[in-house]
């Protein structure tokens, strides 16, 4: 398929991602498996959270959560920033888990994410931290370590902390693996 060919059928699935009618949305939603477009990530992520659809939010998030298409991880994680997506924090947390996305760069904001969200954002954010393979910074080791210590020594009685110093010893132990 030609780039021109390719951007067209994006639009195309992207308005119909959007049309309002389920049985369009349900086929758009079909047509992302097959074009395996990045840039189809963030209308998948914008129609999960939306969708009062329980057949289409199943279906985009099979999807979601078994992607395959590199250069997806700017999407989840912006997507995760965004304050409209806050109500499915958790299984973007997981769609990124579950997708293979390593994210080396991302682990301060884990942490931090981790630190703010629900028992089950931080239970996602720890198994996404432990799973990541490739060299993480030493500089956002440190920062997250800190963070971490930070919750940890200010929040003795609060329900997560046993589970962010479960954190604490994943990103200590990336430490020692790193240096």
Known sequence: MSTSAKNKAIEEIRRDLFSGED?????????CEDLSAPQLVEPLIAVFA?????AIKQEVGE???SLKVSNTEDYFFNALRNKEFRNVRRELLSFIWS???QPAGEVVFLTELA???SYEEALECLT?????EEGIPED???????????FISTNKDHEKVHLIADLLVAIEGRQELED
């Open 140 to 150: 956002h080791l440190l920062e997250a370590s800190s963070i971490a210590r930070a």
């Open 99 to 101: 997708s293979g996305i």
């Open 63 to 65: 999807m979601l959560g």
């Open 128 to 132: 996404i931290i432990e799973e990541i």
């Open 50 to 54: 939306t969708t009062d659809n329980m």
């Open 23 to 31: 049985l369009v949305v349900m086929k758009a939603v079909k047509k």
């Open 115 to 117: 630190i703010e969200g």
